[in-house]
């Protein structure tokens, strides 16, 4: 199992920027990939990004291509979440995951974090 933990959510105003982070423990070694998820009120959990964990391929949703950008540090087991010209729209609960299968990368993989909240106002 892999242990997952988020860092930097916070509240910013719209046009401005937020970095997130999480780092994995746990059985490290078994990760395909990292990405981050969002849940909003009342709507559903969707894929925001994600990024292999080998060959750091990074994946993105349409709505955040251009604004938002993937990373990853192997020997820190941290992926990082750099989020720039932020809408109110963004405002959602972030969770990191991971999974073992690249089939997985948009859906949720087996190991998820216990999210960070990111407001951003009007």
């Known amino acids: 199992q892999v242990q997952l933990v988020e860092s930097g959510g916070g509240l910013v105003q719209a046009g401005g920027s937020l970095r997130l982070s999480c780092k994995a423990s746990?059985?490290?070694?078994?990760?395909?990939?990292m990405d981050w998820f969002r849940q909003a009120p009342g709507k559903e959990r969707e894929f925001v990004a994600g990024?292999?964990?080998?060959?750091?391929?990074?994946y993105y949703a349409d709505s955040v291509k251009g604004r938002f950008s993937i990373s990853r540090d192997k020997a820190k087991n941290t992926v990082y979440f750099e989020m720039n010209s932020l809408k109110p729209e963004d405002t959602a609960i972030y969770y990191c995951?991971?999974?073992?299968?690249?089939?997985?990368?948009?859906?949720?993989?087996?190991?998820w974090g216990q999210g960070t909240q990111v407001t951003v106002s009007s």
């Open positions: 995951n991971a999974g073992r299968t690249i089939r997985t990368l948009r859906t949720g993989g087996e190991s």
């Open positions: 746990g059985r490290t070694f078994s990760m395909y990939y």
């Open positions: 990024i292999t964990w080998t060959g750091g391929t990074p």
